[in-house]
């Protein structure tokens, strides 16, 4: 797991093959990772991870979304496990935990988009700035880090980007790479109080993971997707 001025990054190497599920410690945090997912798989993806965590049949298992699009357990399982989940083209990603909330996102792919109109609108003043300054051959993947790791701090919280992606604000560090959470309005708590970790679990994905609360044991896991699909 590397480090960047205080921001870690887990990549592809970090993700050890395994089949789900492993055992979970109180204090840990397990992030799956699939790619050549289709996206009639996504259901039956999340149910067998969570049954196989759980330890009960997966058409037991109810999941619901909040107000804010959130999924979530409910009934008699619902406080057994956190969990929170992305996904984009061919690749899906999990969070788990047994008591900490998350956020998770995922990018696979960049497509061609306006990417200096889009952070001046939805980014803090600051950012956009940094970002206007980069060669154009940068851009795209710095828009999309940055995308990625504010999206899963509103994922943890639980608000989504209807929060406003411009309430919380990265710094870069001097080699240009993410460094931390500068600042976030007071209704999310204080910006020390979060973790924000960087994923680069595949060539061409990058993504983000994010709690607000002191620092876990990680471990990431790269699974394949045909057993769980069957």
């Not at 995922?106 to 060669?135: C, M, N, Q, S, V």
């Not at 992606?165 to 600042?183: I, K, N, P, Y």
């Not at 973790?195 to 394949?224: I, S, T, Y």
Request: a neutral charge; proline letters at 5%.
């Amino acid at each position: 797991m590397a480090k960047h001025a205080g921001m870690r990054l887990l990549a592809a190497a970090d993700f050890a093959l395994a089949t789900p599920p492993v055992v979970l410690d109180a204090a840990a945090i397990h992030l799956w990772y699939f790619r050549g997912v289709g996206k009639s798989d996504h259901a039956t993806l999340l149910t067998r991870l969570l049954s196989g965590y759980l330890g009960i049949p997966h058409g037991d298992l109810i999941i619901e979304r909040d107000l804010y699009g959130k999924p979530h357990l409910v009934g008699e399982h619902a406080a057994r496990v956190q969990f929170n989940l992305s996904h984009s083209g061919a690749s899906m990603i999990v969070a788990l935990s047994r008591d900490q909330a998350l956020g998770v996102d995922i990018e696979d792919g960049l497509r061609e988009r306006p990417w200096l109109a889009l952070a001046e609108r939805y980014f803090a003043p600051a950012e956009y700035r940094r970002l206007a300054r980069l060669p154009e051959a940068t851009l795209a993947a710095a828009f999309i880090d940055l995308w990625s790791c504010k999206e899963a701090v509103l994922k943890a919280l639980g608000r989504g980007i209807a929060f406003g992606l411009h309430r919380l604000r990265f710094e870069w560090d001097v080699r240009g790479q993410l460094a931390r959470l500068a600042g976030i309005d007071a209704e999310a708590g204080d910006a020390a109080e979060w973790q924000v970790v960087r994923l680069a679990p595949a060539p061409g994905v990058a993504g983000a993971l994010a709690w607000r609360g002191p620092d876990r044991q990680l471990l990431a896991f790269a699974a394949p997707t045909g057993d769980l699909c069957r």
